[in-house]
């Protein structure tokens, strides 16, 4: 197969949507995959899976206000950006495709799969199985929290780095990763000007977030799931120890799920088995075809 992995602007809702695309140039009925990374990543966090997915037109994109894509006016909403996956879909000329998300973008994608169900072939969560949850009580407090976050954004200004590797150093004492995975992630989410490097994404993705799902809420949204389902988890990822996780994991009807050794982003770290547990997922799946 000729296969090419070329570097792209969408224009979705008048915003710039950056993206990274591997495909096989003379195979025009690809099965298509859409990828949405996780809270301050970008599209190279599924550079290290492509190799390994050469079924796939595969697209990753950059979320608005991360990598080289556009910040969003309006902020950051659950429901604005599955909508912006939405719009990248249709700036791709793709009727319905496979999604993949991890963390964050894992919680993304189940929203469009039950608001828009039939342009959603599958679902893979990467350590996700939906949207981060609080109480109901809690509301008042957050919503405090986020208004004064938002009084006083110059706590958020981006630290300044000597050079690169200062930048990646710092995200290795932020997450457990291999360091040849935060640099991907660096390569991508950084500027240099004239007193140093600085983080490119948009610091309100810093901001405490004005409101989050109920538990319910999670569950009413993963019970309406009706496309088949794989969910990725990690040995020492963030979701092994939520006492949620397994609740959430039987609110999936068409399900199957794998663990595997490794932390958070054990896709980029070790992608060799998440892409067969990917593969071997999509190959039993109904819907791989188109």
């Keep these: 197969m000729s296969h090419s992995i070329e570097s792209l602007t969408?224009?979705?809702?008048?915003?710039?949507?950056a993206a990274i695309r591997q495909r096989d140039s003379s195979n025009n009925g690809q099965?298509?995959?859409?990828c949405?990374?996780?809270?301050?990543?970008?599209?190279?966090?599924?550079?290290?899976?492509?190799?390994?997915?050469?079924?796939f037109d595969l697209v990753a994109i950059d979320l608005p206000g991360h990598g080289y894509s556009d910040a969003s006016p309006g902020g950051y909403s659950l429901h604005d950006l599955s909508f912006l996956i939405y719009g990248v879909m249709q700036a791709l000329n793709w009727e319905?495709?496979?999604?993949?998300?991890?963390?964050l973008g894992g919680g993304l994608i189940p929203l469009l799969a039950v608001s828009h169900p039939e342009c959603v072939q599958s679902l893979t969560m990467i350590e996700s199985v939906g949207t981060l949850s609080e109480p109901a009580d809690q509301l008042p407090q957050r919503m405090k929290k986020a208004f004064q976050d938002k009084q006083n954004?110059?706590?958020?200004?981006?630290?300044?780095?000597?050079?690169?590797?200062?930048?990646?150093?710092?995200?290795?004492?932020?997450?457990?990763?291999?360091?040849?995975?935060?640099?991907?992630?660096?390569?991508?989410?950084?500027?240099t000007d004239e007193s140093g490097v600085r983080w490119r994404f948009d610091k309100r993705w810093r901001f405490t977030s004005p409101q989050y799902l109920t538990e319910e809420q999670v569950h009413a949204v993963l019970k309406a799931i009706s496309c088949p389902v794989l969910t990725v988890l990690?040995?020492?990822?963030?979701?092994?120890?939520?006492?949620?996780?397994?609740?959430?994991?039987?609110?999936l009807a068409d399900h199957q799920s794998v663990m595997l050794s490794g932390h958070h982003h054990v896709h980029m770290d070790t992608p060799e088995p998440v892409s067969a547990a990917i593969n071997q997922f999509l190959r039993a799946c109904p819907a791989l075809g188109g």
């Design 10 to 17: 969408l224009d979705v809702n008048g915003a710039a949507i």
């Design 31 to 34: 099965a298509r995959m859409l």
């Design 36 to 55: 949405i990374h996780g809270w301050l990543d970008n599209a190279n966090s599924f550079v290290p899976l492509m190799p390994y997915l050469p079924a």
């Design 96 to 103: 319905k495709c496979h999604l993949v998300g991890h963390s």
């Design 153 to 191: 954004p110059q706590r958020f200004e981006s630290r300044v780095f000597g050079n690169k590797q200062g930048a990646i150093d710092s995200r290795l004492k932020a997450a457990k990763m291999h360091p040849a995975s935060a640099k991907l992630i660096i390569d991508r989410q950084v500027r």
């Design 234 to 251: 990690a040995h020492e990822g963030f979701l092994t120890s939520r006492a949620d996780t397994k609740d959430r994991l039987s609110c």
